[in-house]
């Protein structure tokens, strides 16, 4: 199939008025968790945010990892996972370059995610870096709630950030990055009578990195911690109603540990936990076990009243950008425990020989109720002279389908600096 069909306008009406997705569930008390009316089984109620691809893993390494990236050994892709790790690279320059083929398993080619990224060290304090994220969702054709076509299409979405980098001490850095995102997934159609248009945003990364060496178990070693508080920025709306949705801010801390074995052998283990800062979506009703009275209305749902009326738009797609944000830890129906299943988990390991070849694997873990994502990763790297090449595979490991499933992604790294001096001997 060179053409993914599909009735792109109800996803856009789903992402603008997430709350229709409860109709017939409701917040059960007794549960703790979103179930359906008359049943007791916890369902998904996923965090909700516009532009999701900000959060997809956008290189090999880290995608071979178990999306692992906060504090590894940085090279040019610390862009994506955290920009204050970048002024710690032991190159001078470098860019990488990275291809991810997207819903392979369907034969569909023409979707595909690519990321260029890269840095330029200034002195020993400074650094500064870019990255460009282009998905392209290919060619569709458009229908209407009856299928009728109303027209082609070729939906994309980008990313432009820039980051500035600075040490604070020997084993301390903090990083900001400013960036453009522009999505555009149905301009020109309908979708619930309201005209669909593109939504572009700004936003802004805050980060921190700690690296301290030392010896570890009689091994030299390099510890290392990283926050990363990311996508956060202006609110954006793909149609003309005034309610718009959340970016998918993110908090994200991590911790690695690299021992070197000897001259020849070193191996760097990881963990990342990661977090949306995004209201959590709540019901509109409430379910209970009565027969005779299986749901009510939540004044918790619409509730600017104060006596659980309001406009008819749910209180969580209302809140401003930092009351969302920060308000995000504290959010959600269920409360406590159901704050922590909406942490994600990334952990991994990666093996090199000689600095020219790695062998990487990890897993990631996401609750069954806040997406379901889970899956193993395994990658190779190769590194020679000044060219790297990173290549990744993902292996589904629960019932929620992956769109890289079963897919090989490649990422092919360049070292300027290598390259300087290499002509500088070949010329000698």
Known sequence: MK??????????????????????????????????????????????????????APDARGGSMGDL???????????????????????ETAISVTYTPWLRELNLNDIYLAYLSGYKKIDDLQTVGFGLRFFSLGEISFTDNDGVSTGTGKPREFELAGAYARKL??????????KYVYSNLASGQMAGGLDIS???????????????KGKTGGYKSEFAMGLALTNIGSKVSYTNQ???????????????????????NTIEFGL?????????????????NDPANPTIDNPEYDNENGNGTGDGIADFRQKSL??????????AQGGLSEELKEFSYSLGGEYWYDKQFSIRAGYYYENSTK?????????????????GIDLSYLVPTSNQRNPLDNTLRFGLIFDFASYQTQNAVDEE
């Open 242 to 264: 005034a309610v718009k949705d959340f970016l998918p801010a993110n908090f994200g801390l991590g911790t690695a540990l690299k021992l070197e074995l000897d001259d020849f």
């Open 371 to 387: 997406g379901d994502r889970q899956f193993l990763t395994l990658g190779l790297g190769l590194k020679y002279n000044v060219f």
């Open 272 to 288: 990342d936990v990661n977090k949306l800062m995004v209201p959590t979506p709540v019901a509109r009703l409430l379910t209970s």
């Open 169 to 178: 001490s020997d084993k301390l850095s903090a990083g900001l990055t400013a």
């Open 3 to 56: 053409k993914l069909i599909f009735s792109c306008a109800v996803f856009i009406a789903l992402i603008s008025n997430p709350e229709i997705m409860y109709g017939q569930f409701g917040f059960n008390p007794d549960e703790g968790c979103i179930t359906n009316v008359g049943e007791s089984d916890c369902i998904s109620n996923a965090v909700i945010s516009a532009m999701p691809f900000l959060r997809i």
């Open 69 to 91: 990236g906060i504090a590894l050994t940085p090279n040019s892709n610390a862009m994506h996972y955290n920009a204050s790790n970048l002024v710690f690279a032991e190159e």
């Open 198 to 212: 593109s939504a572009n945003a700004f936003a802004a990364d805050f980060s921190l990195t700690y690296r301290s």
């Open 322 to 331: 930092f009351s969302g944000v920060f308000g995000s830890f504290s959010d």
